[in-house]
């Protein structure tokens, strides 16, 4: 059971950059997503989720408007968009799988690495 993170990078202000986080070992459908962050000195932040089956989603206000999750069934795999990217998502984001649909990280099992994301001119 794996779960992989990728597509962080360095951005401009105002820039997009997708998230994916693919799983190996375990269907993701079966799953509530969320896609968390941390940056530097500070505290993990959930960002967003999407629940198993229907696929409702949630955002936390810092991002909502800006971010969108989505699911790629027959890629088993879970998307996090990011427009108009700000300075302060700069941190490292981390995707995780639970049978929870929570924003809060301690209900989820299991945890991808984590790819990092840089907002700086």
């Known amino acids: 059971v794996q779960l992989q993170a990728s597509g962080g990078g360095l951005v401009q202000p105002g820039g997009s950059l997708r998230l994916s986080c693919a799983a190996s070992?375990?269907?993701?459908?079966?799953?509530?997503i969320g896609w968390f962050r941390q940056a530097p000195g500070k505290e993990r932040e959930g960002v967003s989720y999407i629940t198993s089956s229907i696929g409702n989603t949630y955002y936390a206000d810092s991002v909502k408007g800006r971010f969108t999750i989505s699911r790629d069934s027959p890629k088993n795999t879970v998307y996090l968009q990011m427009n108009s990217l700000k300075p302060e998502d700069t941190a490292v984001y981390y995707c995780?799988?639970?049978?929870?649909?929570?924003?809060?990280?301690?209900?989820?099992?299991?945890w991808g690495q984590g790819t990092l994301v840089t907002v700086s001119s």
């Open positions: 070992g375990f269907t993701l459908d079966y799953y509530a």
């Open positions: 995780a799988a639970g049978t929870i649909a929570t924003i809060s990280g301690d209900e989820y099992n299991y």
